[in-house]
């Protein structure tokens, strides 16, 4: 039987190994590049708020039309290098995260 402590150290290995992708290297220096232009830090941070509520929102909302008017409302500003670098390395470390999640809730029943 594994215990508590053990899960935990695997865990971290996990963590690390995450930390040593090539996805999550390239997702943390865009994080800088975005974070060294504070107000193009607030405007990626306003828009991925509206976008997370929008996909978040009741399933009786039309909420694909609402993201597509979001992304024309914003087209100009997706369109800027270092956003449209930021988005697709956070989409690309997000889906790693998120197989490694679909992967755990499908091995166990919860």
Same mark, same amino acid.
């Given at each position: ?5 053990? #899960? ?5 290995? #996990?963590? =690390?190994? $995450?930390?040593?992708?090539?996805? !999550?290297?390239? !997702? $943390?220096?865009?994080?800088?590049? $975005?974070?060294?232009?504070?107000? #193009? ?34 087209? =100009?500003?997706? =369109?800027?290098?270092?956003? !449209? ?8 470390? !997000?889906?790693?995260?998120?197989? #490694?999640? =679909?992967?755990?809730?499908?091995? $166990?029943?919860?």
């Amino acid at each position: 039987m594994v215990t508590e402590a053990e #899960l935990s150290e695997q865990v971290d290995k #996990l963590t =690390d190994m $995450i930390r040593d992708t090539q996805e !999550y290297k390239d !997702y $943390i220096h865009m994080v800088g590049v $975005i974070r060294r232009n504070p107000e #193009l830090c607030d405007e990626v941070m306003r828009f991925r708020k509206e976008n997370f509520f929008l996909q978040h929102a009741p399933e009786h909302e039309d909420v694909s039309e609402r993201l597509e008017a979001l992304c024309r409302r914003n087209e =100009d500003f997706l =369109d800027t290098p270092e956003v !449209y670098d930021f988005f697709m390395t956070e989409w690309s470390f !997000y889906q790693i995260v998120q197989n #490694l999640h =679909d992967r755990l809730m499908e091995g $166990i029943d919860f």
